[in-house]
Every structure is written in C-alpha cells, then in structure tokens.
C-alpha cells in the first residue's frame, strides 16, 4: 500500500503545518515496515532519530519529523462495542434535524469557512475511500472538542476484519483502519490523541441514530459497574459520543460518530455536568448534521448524474434534452408526429459471416463497428436511433420536438453514411472494409414515443412510414442505388435542400409485392463534383428516359438511358427491363413495373 504524503495530498493532507511541502514524501506500507522517501520538490528535510534522512524505514513505535509534525506508526485497533459490554448511558438526548437547524452557532464563521470545503472534497474525490479519509479531516478541524471521529455504516455482510498499522501525526494524525463488528463496518477513522488506548464506537448509539434518522447523544461514566450501584461524582469520569446519520440513497447506512472526553472539566455533580456537556455539544452536533446534510446532499446529485450518465447509450441527445426540461411522462407519451425514417442495412454481412466463421469475435467487433457508423450519423444530426435489426440500424426525425428540418437532417444522415462506408471500403485492411450500406428514407405521420408492453418498452416509431422506409432499404438491391427515398421525402429534398448539399432522381414507379398502390422511387445522391459520375446533365437525361418508359415509348427510354455513363448502375434496372421486353411496351402497360420479390 502506498501513497503521498503532503499538505494538499488527497487522503493524507497535513494542512496545519506550512513547512511541509504540497507533495512532501513517498510512503509504502508492506505489512511490516513503513518505507518514507523524501520526494525531489520537498523544501525541507526529514528528521528520523535526529538525523536528516531522504530515504529510510520504520516500524510499528518508531516515528519521524517534518516541521513541526511528528508522525508515529502506531498499531491501533478498532472494536465495536455490543450492547452487553456497553455501560447503561447516564444521559441520552435525541436531536430531530429541525431542532439543530434552529441552534445559532457561537462561532459561526470559523464552521462556516470549514464547511464550505465540502462540496470540493465531495466532487474532487475519486473514490469513497478517499472521501472517507477527507471528510473524517473536516470534521477533525470542525469539531475541536474531539477525540475520536468516524465515518461508519451498518451493513449486514462485509468482508473480513483488517488489523492495518495506523500512522498518527501530532498534532493530529491520519490513517487507514477498516473494522467490522456486529454488522457494524467503521469505514474510516481518525484521532486527536496520540494516547494508546481503543477506539471503542457504541453499535447501540449507530444503529438508534440511523434508525431514528436523528442524531443521538450519548454521556456515560468509564468506571460504572453493573453490579454495583451507580455513583457519578467527577465530571473527568464522564465520556460522551454521539451520532449523525447521513441519511441519503447514496450513502447506504452511514453515519458520522464523534466521540470525546471532559476529564478536563471543572468538578460538579454528575447531572450538572451532563447538562453542561449537552449544552456545550450542541454546536458540534450542529455542525456534524450540516456536514452530513451537505454530504448526503452532493453525493445524491452525483448518484443521479452517475445514473443519467448511464442512460446516455439509450437515449438520443435530443430526447435527453427534452427529457431535461419537461415532463419524463409528457416528453415519451407515444403520439402522432410527422417523422422522416431511415432504415439502413449492412451490405456483405453473409459474406464476411462465411470467410470469419472462425473469427466470430473479430466479425461481431467489425459489425458493431459498422452499426457505430450509423447511430453516429443519425445522432449526430438531431435523430433518434428506434431500434436494431440484426445488422441494421432504424433512426427518426420529428420526435420528441418538432422538426420542420427533419427531412434535411435525415438526407445529410444517409449521404454521410453512405460517404463513409465507401472512404473504408478504399482502404486495405480496414474494419469496415467489404461492407457496404443499404439505406431507405421515407416522410409521413407515425405514433413515435415510448412503446412496448406492460414489460418492457423502448423509444422507438411505429407506422406504415416506417415500413416503407424498410422497404425502400430493401430495394437498394434490385434497382442497385445505395440510397433511395419515396416520393414525399423527394419532394421536400427539392424544394428544401440546394443541390449543393444533395440531389434527387427519380429511377422508377414501382409495385412491391404485398402493397395495393404503385410508387415512385427516387435516388438521393450527393452533390455534383469532379468525383462525380453523374452529372446533373446526365440525371435529366435519365429522368427524360423515365417519361418516355412511363408513357410507353421503350425505344426512346431505350436510347435516352444510353447517353447515361455506364459507370452508374441504376440505369441497368430500366435497361435491362426494356431489353427483356423487346423493347415495346404491352399493350396493358400502366407505367409501373411490378417487383418480383420483396
């Protein structure tokens, strides 16, 4: 076990002596001997037996200086008392919160400037164990009346009881124990004293104060004995202690124990040293409850930004933010939006899936890869990723906050998709390399929102826009376009989006199987560049080729789809149609073709 020592070192902070450095030595524990080595940056040396030392070790009874601190490894024990061993309280008193908010503090400043420390301590710490240690710090400086203070907490199993050697620094001192008994665990504490004797907390007093959710006091005499009668005649034989309960779900069981002594007290009778002992505590009983209602305070908040934090994979940022501002229960209401659906598919998965047969972590690694390309560009434009499909992935716009833009951020979301699948595919060796994406954009009303069953539920969309969207995913492959939109989402790409950003053709009316009313499909495509294969010329010549094959005049489609590159390969879909049909129309033509699968 290691760790620094210093004046603003976490958990072994000296901050009482200012000739000790920020970061001042190095110390290792290894079960017998404790290793000190003075760090390069120390200003001032370490005294061990009277000689300045950089570099040395010592054991249990030995000690060491630095400025005016003496540090003394020790070898303390910590023993939580049962109810049979505990002499019968000579004064109990119960403090409800309320009643200790009403006290005014007799030195107010000096609490409030040590109190103030705590929310730093709180957001600075990286583990409760550190936390511990800090917190048990404060309370030291803010309670100077006593001996002995605990971080404790009642829990019903714990691992096995530690003895570690503890190392006391006077004036104060700081160390690490760890005891468990009788369900009780003290989880960290800390003495004023270099006297020898034990840290004995009453488990009666902790379990009373976390139950009552009050702080408990407790006054009993050292020297009662259960089978004489009891006689309390000094105020030096009068010890107290009392507990705070840090009431919070994100401190399970826990509690601030303070213990000290009045040896130092004038004499009076037992009872009016008692009321002078409750009377004088109530200050530091004041300060334990706003140090524990501070404590619990922030680390609820961090327990619930730690839970937030979790959800983030299972909501979108804008659902997060709505979820922010509004109602949890208005905001995922399911209800009618108007929505633009992307429905993308992995391309070459059963390919991959044979050569990787024996690499299934690799494959599924690569998939996942994949699938990140995806949500990332659907998130990263304003949409909400609804749910996944094996290897596809389906995201929406216009929920929970209307979008008039939804069909812009959708377009942009399927063309960078698209660009990026295809910048991997260039590279060898690449994770994605292989894989291609299918993608289908359609717009219309859907039930978006919080759906499900009674036992499980998911934020997703729900109408047949969404199955369209599906569907025009799927006929990526037989018309051979990466990306193809219906007629509503064409429309708005139009009259919305410059064709500097994105364009449109429209490749064919179509009947899919199952569905009763013909479309037209369209193909979204990225702006015109040198690296384009099309150009706009060569997109309305194909669409000229389009009117002629709808009005029924095959040869001029025929010719018109001739003067498109033959690079691009959705023009094979009508090309090929009209080759197999001799080029002339049937006499039923309608203009539509009718897909022969799904």
Same mark, same amino acid.
Request: some cysteine.
């Given at each position: 076990?290691?760790?620094?020592?210093?004046?603003? &070192?976490?958990?072994?902070?000296?901050?009482?002596?200012?000739?000790?450095?920020?970061?001042?030595?190095?110390?290792?524990?290894?079960?017998?001997?404790? =290793?000190?080595?003075?760090?390069?940056?120390?200003?001032?040396?370490?005294?061990?037996?009277?000689?300045?030392?950089?570099?040395?070790?010592?054991?249990?009874?030995?000690?060491?200086?630095?400025?005016?601190?003496?540090?003394?490894?020790?070898?303390?024990?910590?023993?939580?008392?049962?109810?049979?061993? /505990?002499?019968?309280?000579?004064?109990?008193?119960?403090?409800?919160?309320?009643?200790?908010?009403?006290?005014?503090?007799?030195?107010?400043?000096?609490?409030?400037?040590?109190?103030?420390?705590?929310?730093?301590?709180?957001?600075?710490?990286?583990?409760?164990?550190?936390?511990?240690?800090?917190?048990?710090?404060?309370?030291?400086?803010?309670?100077?009346?006593? &001996?002995?203070?605990?971080?404790?907490?009642?829990?019903?199993?714990?691992?096995?009881?530690?003895?570690?050697?503890?190392? /006391?620094?006077?004036? +104060?001192?700081?160390?690490?124990?760890?005891?468990?008994?009788?369900?009780?665990?003290?989880?960290?504490?800390?003495?004023? +004293?270099?006297?020898?004797?034990?840290?004995? !907390?009453?488990?009666?007093?902790?379990?009373?104060?976390?139950?009552?959710?009050?702080?408990?006091?407790?006054?009993?005499?050292?020297?009662?004995?259960?089978?004489?009668?009891?006689?309390?005649?000094?105020? /030096?034989?009068?010890?107290?202690? @009392?507990?705070?309960?840090?009431?919070?779900?994100?401190?399970?069981?826990?509690?601030?124990?303070?213990?000290?002594?009045?040896?130092?007290?004038?004499?009076?009778? =037992?009872?009016?040293?008692?009321?002078?002992?409750?009377?004088?505590?109530?200050?530091?009983?004041?300060?334990?409850?706003?140090?524990?209602?501070?404590?619990?305070?922030?680390?609820?908040?961090?327990?619930?930004?730690?839970?937030?934090? =979790?959800?983030?994979?299972?909501?979108?940022?804008?659902?997060?933010?709505?979820? *922010?501002?509004?109602?949890?229960? %208005?905001?995922?209401?399911?209800?009618?939006?108007?929505?633009?659906?992307?429905?993308?598919?992995?391309?070459?998965?059963?390919?991959?899936?044979?050569?990787?047969?024996?690499?299934?972590?690799?494959?599924?690694?690569?998939?996942?890869?994949?699938?990140?390309?995806?949500?990332?560009?659907?998130?990263?434009?304003?949409?909400?990723?609804?749910?996944?499909?094996?290897?596809?992935?389906?995201?929406?716009?216009?929920?929970?906050?209307?979008?008039?833009?939804?069909?812009?951020?959708?377009?942009?979301?399927?063309?960078?998709?698209?660009?990026?699948?295809?910048?991997?595919?260039?590279?060898?060796?690449?994770?994605?390399?292989?894989?291609?994406?299918?993608?289908?954009? +359609?717009?219309?009303?859907?039930?978006?929102?919080?759906?499900?069953?009674?036992?499980?539920?998911?934020?997703?969309?729900?109408?047949?826009?969404?199955?369209?969207?599906?569907?025009? /995913?799927?006929?990526?492959?037989?018309?051979?376009?990466?990306?193809?939109?219906?007629?509503?989402?064409?429309?708005?790409?139009?009259?919305?989006?410059?064709?500097?950003?994105?364009?449109?053709?429209?490749?064919?009316?179509?009947?899919?199987?199952?569905?009763?009313?013909?479309?037209?499909?369209?193909?979204?495509?990225?702006?015109?560049?040198?690296? =384009?294969?099309?150009?706009?010329?060569?997109?309305?010549?194909?669409?000229?080729?389009?009117? +002629? @094959?709808?009005?029924?005049?095959?040869?001029?489609? @025929?010719?018109?789809?001739? %003067?498109?590159?033959?690079?691009?390969?959705?023009?094979?879909?009508?090309?090929?149609?009209? *080759?197999?049909?001799?080029?002339?129309?049937? !006499?039923?033509?309608?203009?539509?073709?009718?897909?022969?699968?799904?």
């Amino acid at each position: 076990m290691g760790f620094i020592l210093g004046r603003v &070192t976490p958990g072994w902070a000296v901050p009482w002596d200012d000739r000790i450095s920020r970061q001042h030595a190095d110390l290792r524990w290894d079960g017998e001997k404790l =290793s000190v080595q003075r760090l390069m940056d120390a200003r001032n040396p370490i005294f061990y037996r009277g000689l300045r030392k950089d570099e040395f070790e010592i054991g249990i009874g030995d000690h060491f200086v630095i400025g005016q601190t003496t540090f003394s490894l020790v070898d303390q024990r910590v023993r939580v008392l049962a109810s049979a061993d /505990e002499p019968p309280a000579l004064t109990e008193q119960s403090y409800p919160p309320s009643q200790l908010r009403q006290i005014r503090y007799r030195n107010a400043d000096q609490r409030i400037d040590v109190l103030s420390r705590l929310p730093e301590i709180i957001s600075s710490c990286s583990s409760d164990e550190e936390l511990h240690v800090r917190v048990v710090n404060l309370l030291m400086q803010g309670i100077p009346q006593a &001996t002995f203070v605990a971080i404790v907490s009642e829990q019903s199993q714990e691992p096995p009881p530690s003895a570690t050697p503890r190392i /006391e620094a006077t004036p +104060s001192f700081r160390g690490w124990s760890e005891t468990i008994d009788l369900g009780i665990r003290v989880l960290h504490w800390d003495s004023r +004293s270099l006297i020898i004797k034990p840290f004995s !907390p009453s488990a009666q007093l902790i379990r009373q104060a976390i139950a009552t959710h009050e702080s408990v006091l407790h006054v009993w005499s050292r020297t009662h004995d259960r089978n004489t009668p009891s006689v309390y005649t000094q105020s /030096e034989n009068i010890d107290w202690a @009392f507990c705070t309960p840090i009431s919070s779900e994100a401190c399970p069981g826990w509690a601030i124990y303070v213990a000290g002594d009045f040896s130092s007290m004038t004499a009076h009778g =037992s009872r009016d040293a008692t009321l002078a002992i409750t009377d004088d505590l109530q200050d530091d009983l004041k300060f334990a409850e706003l140090t524990a209602t501070t404590m619990a305070t922030l680390r609820q908040t961090r327990l619930l930004q730690r839970r937030q934090d =979790s959800l983030r994979p299972f909501f979108a940022p804008i659902v997060r933010h709505a979820l *922010a501002t509004k109602d949890p229960d %208005q905001v995922l209401a399911p209800r009618e939006a108007n929505v633009s659906v992307l429905f993308c598919d992995l391309r070459g998965f059963s390919r991959q899936s044979e050569e990787s047969s024996n690499r299934l972590l690799d494959l599924l690694r690569r998939v996942s890869d994949a699938l990140g390309v995806m949500t990332h560009h659907i998130l990263g434009r304003n949409g909400v990723v609804g749910d996944f499909h094996g290897d596809a992935a389906m995201g929406f716009w216009g929920w929970p906050l209307e979008q008039p833009d939804s069909v812009q951020h959708a377009a942009a979301a399927a063309l960078a998709i698209r660009a990026e699948f295809e910048r991997s595919a260039a590279i060898p060796d690449h994770p994605l390399a292989g894989f291609r994406a299918g993608i289908g954009l +359609s717009t219309g009303k859907a039930v978006a929102g919080r759906i499900g069953t009674v036992d499980q539920v998911k934020v997703t969309v729900f109408g047949p826009v969404v199955n369209l969207a599906s569907r025009l /995913e799927n006929m990526t492959k037989q018309l051979q376009a990466p990306i193809l939109i219906d007629e509503a989402t064409a429309v708005r790409i139009k009259a919305e989006v410059p064709s500097n950003i994105a364009r449109v053709r429209r490749v064919a009316k179509v009947l899919p199987i199952g569905m009763k009313k013909p479309l037209m499909v369209s193909e979204l495509l990225l702006p015109e560049s040198v690296d =384009s294969v099309l150009t706009d010329q060569h997109i309305q010549a194909y669409e000229k080729a389009l009117d +002629s @094959f709808q009005d029924g005049n095959w040869s001029e489609a @025929f010719r018109l789809l001739h %003067q498109v590159p033959a690079e691009d390969r959705v023009k094979d879909f009508l090309t090929v149609f009209i *080759a197999q049909h001799g080029r002339t129309a049937p !006499p039923d033509w309608n203009g539509y073709i009718k897909l022969p699968e799904k």
